[in-house]
């Protein structure tokens, strides 16, 4: 079961990467996010901040309004989230109170992570739900992503991102 387990987090992740790569091709920070329940895809999306102009539409945000809109609840115990990035505060929050079943998340965020990097404990029982994290999973790819997209922009604006 454990080696399943790892097996079907590669493959949740290898579609979150697909979504972080669509943010990329339009410009957005590529972070991708998919929500499944009981091993069936329920959402799957990446930030659209530029896009939508919306300081709110990151992967998390939009999958998780997704998969509670699917699901007819606001809360979503059964759900596992899978995040190319460690998500940031605002995320973390929207996970605590949708009361996720699981987080799982490819590489930390130096920047901005809310979960170990930045703010710590705020998945681990400080509140009235502890969500279950998961880290690692294609920790090498979900941080290439990353780091290819910000090399590019630094190469066409000559300038730090």
Partial sequence: MIGQRKTDDEKWMLLAIEEAEAAASHGEVPIGAVAVLDGELIARNHNRS??????????????????????????????????????CLMCTGAIIWARIGRLVFGARDAKAGAVFS????????????????????????????????????????????
């Fill in 118 to 161: 930045k703010s710590q404990g705020n998945l681990a029982g400080v509140f009235n739900h502890a969500v279950p994290v998961v880290e690692g999973i294609l920790e090498e790819r979900c941080r290439e992503v990353i780091r290819e997209f910000f090399a590019r922009r630094r190469t066409q604006t000559g300038m730090p991102t």
């Fill in 50 to 87: 530029v896009q939508d102009n919306d300081p709110t539409a990151h992967a998390e945000m939009l999958v998780l309004r997704e998969a509670g809109r699917l699901l007819g609840n606001y809360r979503l115990p059964g759900i596992d989230l899978y995040v190319t990035i460690e998500p």
